[in-house]
């Protein structure tokens, strides 16, 4: 990075955070994670230095989808090559609860420090990191700067940019080309996103195409939907033999719109995974003001009119799993908000998929499920008929999800390939 441009960003950073500091205490409040554990961010620890691992690969993932993939990379390299020490670094609270509930034992979770030399400082002299891995498209200046001053290697894996972000990055070349030359190491996803990271700066001996880390079939089990008994459970509450429709990962407004379709299916009933789970009072009342009769998963009970009901899971950490009881998938953030959610946990429990035409975060994949025929993509209008053409037809379903596993299956054994290019770089061979 730029001297001048390090200078001027570590100064300015301390002013924007305590400008945000009341906006991010208060979300984390409202998601359940305001605890002593945020001084970590601050790279104050409770845990006396002498206990901490050492020599660790630092995998920094900043929320939930993050944190899975992160959760799958280490418990899979554990498997393969058991010995090695990790932390993983979230930078949400939901990620760091996830990440603190699901890590194999002897994994530290701690919450990701502020992007400054100064709390870098003190959180890498605890951990002596040996590796960086980064997931996704999370590019931190304060911290690639300083783990090349250290010479620490850092990698980007399951490396990806939507078109807006790489425009954002196109026009400002002359400073994002100086901090992505200090990636040792960039994991793509398909060959197409070499020419992507090549223009803005990334040299072309680091690039590797892996396949993607969400998409794989293979691994722990990370993508593999499992029916629970208490959900079953749950679900008979809304009466017997009804085909579910689950609106996953929904968005401000999708739930209403969602289920106002569903009610118009006999028998069907709608259930909703809103995105964010403190949003549940407000979900409640836009569907209570359309009639709805709302169940909460968190405070479960069952309905008095089943015919008006909606079942309303306000948890973190459950869709994989719910997805298994469903007969269809709705993604959210596909009809009232751009860039859409993650499809393939339900392409991957062979649930059928209806998405809104809002999908950009997952180009080229959404492109290529479209042609083949892996999901039914349909406008907020013919959501209805979309429902109904998936519903009608079990032939359908079944063709449908094949041609979506189809789609998938480049990205099979993604996680070893990028395992075992990880542990190159952390041996210092040639990647």
Known sequence: MNLAVRVLYHLLLPFVCLCAAPFWLL????????????????GIFSTPAELEPCGVVYVHAVSVGEVMMALRLVRDWLDHYPGQTFVIAATTSTGFQLADQKAPEG???????????????RTFRRFEPALVVLIDS??????????????????????????????????????????????????????EDIEVWSRLGVPPGVLEVTGSLKYDLDGDGALRSARRAEFEKMLAGFGSGRPVILAASTHSGEELLIAEAVRTIPGALAVVLPRHAERREAVRADLERAGFEVVLRSRFD???????????????????????????VVVGKSFLARGGQNPVEAIAAGVPVVCGPHMENFEPLITELRERGGVESVFRASLEEGLRAVLDS???????SNSARAVLERHRGANVR??????????????
């Open 394 to 400: 079990a032939h359908n379903r079944r063709i449908r």
């Open 27 to 42: 979300k984390m409040a409202r998601r359940g994670g305001f605890d002593r554990r945020l001084w970590q961010r601050l």
């Open 107 to 121: 994994v530290r979770v701690i919450y990701s420090p502020v992007d400054h030399a100064f709390v870098l400082r």
């Open 418 to 431: 990028v395992i075992e290019r990880l542990r190159m770089l952390l041996s210092g061979e040639r990647v």
């Open 138 to 191: 999370e590019l931190w200046p304060g911290l690639l700067d300083f783990a090349d001053r250290k010479g620490i290697p850092v990698a980007l894996v399951n490396a990806r940019l939507s078109p807006r972000s790489a425009r954002r990055y196109g026009r400002l070349r002359a400073l994002a080309a100086p901090m992505l030359a200090q990636l040792k190491l960039v994991c793509v996803q398909v060959d």
């Open 302 to 328: 069952p309905p008095g009119d089943l015919g008006k009901a909606v079942f309303v899971v306000d948890s973190t950490g459950e869709q994989r799993d719910w997805i298994a009881h469903a007969d269809v």
